[in-house]
């Protein structure tokens, strides 16, 4: 289980020359985060929600507080290994454009090591399988595939170290509506099939509540609320009210 | 593969096709040439073209064919090692400061600023001027120069990588840097420093011409260019196919480097292959001419 308590990180401003104070961009942060479950962090931009996710994948530091997996430090590589993954927003840079499909997919195993060569081969064809693609996408170039293809391989990619924990960074948000449907539906037959949890990171509240069980709704970098999706409609705050009214309206 | 798409644009086919033959002849000079470059024949002096020498006589009555084919050594072979070892450097320094960013950039880059801020002509004269005349003193000035302005435009390429989703995640999957640098910046910058390299080494020939031309370059008797045409300068209006013939060749090899650096880009650039926009070809072009103008 992830355990995060009080981070806060902040960052310089630009240039040598500007002698602005450091801009705080999270405050004290703490949560929990269970097996299995699906929490969603909602925010609007500059909330820092971002940041958070990068935190969380431990390939940046937090000025203060610490992340722990199962009391483990995130930031080290090894607890990271087979723990959690991510997806992340801009499906046109998410995979390298000189990889094939195979290679991006078997990247993450060859990192990790130990997997014998015929193995990793015949794994990516059934990790594509498992998101609703078959096959003949392994030699495809991510140039050729649609914004819902690719972001469905970076997901393949994402599940091929088995991880407990996926974060998903604004995953479906530069996907078209009908695409974004498709991809949240996936997310979640794979969480009911292979019990993997995830924290999606979003604006979109509508689609944080078809995937989460419980959403922490943040702004200006503090924690906000903290509300189960069932009780989505009695929150208390009168920053999570403003932003329900806005998606109901 | 990337032979194949080249070979299907025929003016990059055409251009390739000098490129390497002009390597190769330089290479195989020795054995191509039909007459020692150096050889004096006050006979035959300002003698026009016969059978046994192709493209006459010079004014000491040197074979002016076999000077050319030695001349590739100096104006393509040398330049060519210059310009690699520039860019080698121009990318290490590069690489390093658009990808970690921060100190290492804000240092490398000032010092990028310094180099950069010495016109190049009077630096590469300056050099000269100390170390004296000669092909080698200015080759060294070339390399201390050029990496600099190597290494601030493939910082800017390397930036945008830097900063991918992919780079991103071989983070997350706890990937070392030189497993992220080797596999995932690297090979996307390749046809990037490619194009760079390539435009800047029609430029860099031009230089060693005129530098040569100056009397500044390689010294009498070897074959150059440059200094083949300073040399027939006094009869250029009796004998003008004596400047003309190094001057031909100095402008077919350099617009063929520069079709074939144009051509090289769009074979390189898995997108490009599919859409030509109006758009990246004056992209291409703004870039070539910034390359020109340096």
């Keep these: 289980m992830l355990k995060v308590d009080r981070i806060s990180k902040s960052y310089r401003p630009k240039g040598w020359l500007n002698k602005a104070h450091r801009k705080q961009v999270l405050h004290a942060i703490s949560f929990e985060w269970d097996r299995g479950e699906c929490l969603g962090i909602i925010g609007e931009s500059g909330s820092g929600k971002s940041t958070l996710g990068r935190l969380l994948l431990g390939i940046e530091k937090p000025d203060h507080g610490i992340i722990a997996w199962d009391g483990q430090p995130i930031t080290d590589r090894n607890v990271r290994q087979g723990n959690i993954s991510a997806v992340f927003q801009d499906y046109t840079s998410s995979i390298n454009p000189f990889y094939t499909v195979r290679q991006a997919i078997m990247e993450p195993l060859k990192l990790a090591g130990g997997s014998p060569p015929s193995f990793m081969e015949s794994y990516a064809g059934k990790l594509l399988q498992q998101v609703g693609m078959d096959e003949s996408y392994l030699d495809k170039y991510p140039h050729k595939l649609s914004g819902g293809e690719a972001q469905r391989v970076c997901i393949a990619r994402a599940l091929s170290t088995g991880p407990a924990c996926i974060v998903l960074d604004e995953a479906i948000s530069s996907l078209d509506g009908s695409v974004q449907m498709q991809v949240l539906e996936l997310l979640r037959n794979l969480s009911d099939s292979l019990g993997v949890g995830y924290i999606f990171i979003t604006h979109d509240i509508a689609a944080a509540a078809y995937l989460c069980n419980r959403m922490m709704i943040i702004q200006d970098g503090r924690i906000v609320e903290m509300v189960e999706t069932k009780q989505l409609k009695d929150v208390q705050s009168p920053y999570a009210k403003e932003l329900l009214r806005k998606v109901m309206a | ?294």
């Design chain 2, 1 to 294: 593969m990337l032979l194949k798409r080249i070979w299907n644009d025929r003016l990059a086919a055409l251009s390739l096709t000098i490129v390497g033959a002009m390597l190769l002849i330089g290479i195989c000079a020795p054995l191509i040439a039909p007459h020692p470059p150096n050889e004096v024949n006050m006979e035959l002096r300002y003698a026009g073209a016969s059978w046994q020498y192709w493209l006459g006589n010079d004014h000491l009555g040197r074979c002016v064919l076999s000077r050319l084919i030695y001349g590739i050594r100096p104006s393509v072979l040398w330049v060519l090692a210059a310009l690699i070892a520039s860019v080698f450097v121009g990318t290490a320094v590069g690489i390093a400061a658009g990808y970690w960013r921060g100190r290492v950039d804000a240092v490398l880059m000032r010092l990028c600023d310094i180099m950069l801020s010495f016109p190049g002509y009077v630096m590469t004269l300056a050099v000269v001027g100390m170390l004296g005349p000669g092909l080698t003193n200015i080759l060294i000035a070339f390399v201390c120069l050029k990496w600099a302005w190597f290494a601030r435009v493939i910082r800017t390429v390397i930036l945008p990588i830097a900063e991918a989703d992919y780079v991103k995640f071989a983070k997350v999957l706890g990937a070392s840097q030189l497993w992220i640098i080797v596999r995932h910046v690297l090979p996307i910058a390749l046809p990037e420093v490619a194009v760079i390299a390539s435009s800047a080494f029609g430029s860099m020939i031009l230089q060693i011409s005129g530098l040569s031309f100056l009397g500044l370059g390689i010294q009498a008797p070897h074959a150059e260019w440059g200094m083949m045409m300073n040399e027939a300068r006094t009869v250029m209006f009796t004998r003008p196919e004596l400047m003309l013939a190094p001057g031909i060749v100095i402008m077919v090899v350099v617009s063929s480097v520069n079709f074939l650096s144009d051509s090289l880009q769009k074979a390189l650039d898995p997108k490009l292959m599919v859409i030509r926009s109006t758009n990246g070809m004056k992209h291409r072009y703004q870039r070539k001419e910034a390359a020109l103008q340096q």
